[in-house]
């Protein structure tokens, strides 16, 4: 199996900064593409940040400027860098990658737990 484990969520006043960290463990060959959706309360579940195994990536506008995202392929991690915080950035915030377990196999999405932001005014 695989697991995907975020961490650095918390409580931030507006124009502040955090930085999310998500590792991925278990049996994994190759990891494709790693990424962070958020979901605010009552709100469906959205892109925020994704990015290819070799270094493209793709930001929400409504992120563009002030979040940045970047990965370590050797440690199967992705980051989040958050700067110029907003309150309605304010949400759960989750990890997910598409991993080949095994030479030959297709991707599978997996997904973390979630980590909550909150960005107070």
């Known amino acids: 199996q695989v697991q995907l484990v975020e961490s650095g969520g918390g409580l931030v006043q507006a124009g502040g900064s955090l930085r999310l960290s998500c590792a991925a463990s278990?049996?994994?060959?190759?990891?494709?593409?790693m990424g962070w959706y958020r979901q605010a309360p009552g709100k469906q579940r959205e892109l925020v940040a994704r990015?290819?195994?070799?270094?493209?990536?793709d930001y929400a506008d409504s992120v563009k400027g002030r979040f940045t995202i970047s990965r370590d392929n050797a440690k199967n991690m992705v980051y989040l860098q958050m700067n110029s915080l907003k309150p309605e950035d304010t949400a759960v915030y989750y990890c997910?990658?598409?991993?080949?377990?095994?030479?030959?196999?297709?991707?599978?999405?997996?997904w973390g737990q979630g980590t909550q932001v909150t960005v107070s005014s």
């Open positions: 278990g049996t994994i060959f190759r990891i494709d593409a």
């Open positions: 990015t290819a195994s070799v270094g493209s990536t």
């Open positions: 997910n990658a598409d991993v080949r377990r095994r030479i030959g196999m297709s991707p599978f999405e997996y």
